[in-house]
């Protein structure tokens, strides 16, 4: 169940879409669980693992990452189609020095055509910091 309408989201989404143009960025991956509620509607107990929202110019819908076992919270909380809903294994979360849930969302960048694009990161995020 959506906390508002669908048109809200969407305004949210243009507004932000807005910032990142004028600051020159194409891309911006969302890692603060309270900033991917407000983009999406997300809502989830898993916000202790790396997850995120990708916003692009060229995407007309944000695309959320999340957790596997959160797949049916985040198609019952977001607006969003659920083609735009993508789940990673947790076998990204076992060895992240090996395989890490950035590497997932790298390929799925990667996949979009949104890997060469100037990208926008927040810094302070608490559970996911740029390094």
Known sequence: MLAFDIAEYKERVR???IKMEEQGIEVLLITDP???NYISGYDALSYYVPQGVIVSSDLDE???IIRLQDLYCATETTWMQKKNIVA???KY???PKTLHVMDFISD???EKGLDHKKLGL???AYYFNAH
Request: hydrophobic share 35%; aromatic share 14%.
């Open 108 to 110: 799925l960048m990667k």
């Open 62 to 64: 944000p695309i959320c």
């Open 122 to 124: 927040e810094y302070d």
């Open 15 to 17: 507004k932000v879409k």
């Open 88 to 90: 990673y294994p947790d």
């Open 34 to 36: 309270s900033n991917m």
């Open 93 to 95: 979360l076992w060895e």
